[in-house]
């Protein structure tokens, strides 16, 4: 049965949270839990669900405990939803929303930011100054070069935005025109993978695909670490196939001290932070609180995540 369709004016909410509660937030007589021991414990009599730690397999963990009757809606505090989404949730009745909106502007900035610092070469500014070493060098025009961005949603039209500001050409390539990747890669300056994680985009970005990345080329990942087979790029990085990557996200976070990524010269590494910017908890806790007054008021919600796809059709709402 449709959320829109009953009216549900005070509803049972569990929130899953790590270090930060939600703060601003109307929820009655919420249960606040934070690990999968507790959530079960809590989730019997939930109806909704707000995932505000969205980095936990938690969910996962405890939904044998889940009454299914009575869990009608689970929110998350993400734009992705790869980490909820498990057999078990897909099918059932529950309807899961995401947080898309809140990371499309501070996702593309930092794109932005990357692909200027990248052409600029500030690494090696930055390095010299530590040295006081005083070395004149050319670095790179922006405007005219090409950005092939692998993601058709809104954040992906943000970064597309934000690039064609500063003059460089864009082809953004959205789930449909997947098959047309392989043949843009020859002439693209950047590949920026912003595509959300699923069965369709895990290992993408392997040892063919690079192969077809001429050797200027330089790799941006602010989707996640799975789209990428790590030990085909690491490869091709230490062979001088590719200029250099910009990586924000990774198989395994934190990324191990072990990991190669750490130590290559033509590597940014930054820990999954390309959407948090000041102020960004208060914009999600906003989300859901108007989501929440549309449920209370049995009003449609927006942000419907279509989990065969693992992301929000346009249009998003029910």
Do not use: C
């Not at 505090?77 to 057999?87: E, H, K, M, N, Q």
């Amino acid at each position: 049965m449709p959320v829109s369709a009953v009216q549900r004016h005070d509803p049972q909410i569990t929130v899953l949270y790590r270090d930060h509660r939600p703060e601003g937030l109307d929820l009655g007589d919420a249960r606040f839990v934070d690990s999968p021991q507790t959530l079960a414990a809590a989730l019997p009599g939930t109806e909704v669900l707000l995932v505000w730690d969205f980095l936990s397999d938690a969910v996962r963990d405890a939904w044998p405990h889940a009454d299914t009757s009575a869990l009608r809606w689970v929110h998350t505090a993400s734009a992705g939803v790869d980490r909820l989404i498990f057999p078990g949730l897909v099918e059932s009745a529950v309807v899961v929303t995401n947080s898309r909106g809140v990371f499309d502007g501070p996702i593309a900035e930092y794109v932005l930011g990357l692909v200027i610092a990248q052409a600029k070469d500030f690494a090696t500014t930055l390095a010299l100054q530590a040295r006081r070493e005083w070395r004149h060098r050319e670095t790179e025009r922006l405007a005219g070069r090409r950005a092939v961005v692998v993601g058709g949603g809104p954040i992906g039209a943000a970064i597309a935005g934000h690039l064609r500001a500063i003059g460089l050409r864009v082809d953004v390539v959205g789930r449909r025109e997947f098959p047309d990747l392989p043949g843009l890669l020859p002439d693209a300056d950047w590949l920026i993978l912003a595509v959300p994680l699923t069965d369709a985009t895990r290992g993408m970005l392997d040892a063919r695909l690079l192969a077809r990345l001429p050797a200027r080329a330089r790799v941006i990942n602010v989707g996640r670490g799975a789209l990428v087979v790590e030990e085909d790029l690491v490869a091709a990085l230490r062979e001088g196939r590719i200029a250099g990557a910009a990586l924000d996200v990774f198989t395994t976070e934190p990324l191990p001290q072990s990991s190669p990524f750490w130590e290559l010269p033509n590597v940014i590494v930054s820990p999954h932070m390309s959407g948090d910017v000041a102020g960004w908890r208060a914009e999600l806790a906003q989300l859901f609180a108007a989501n929440l007054e549309r449920y209370r008021r049995g009003e449609p919600l927006v942000n419907i995540v279509d989990m065969h796809l693992g992301y929000v059709r346009s249009g998003g709402n029910r």
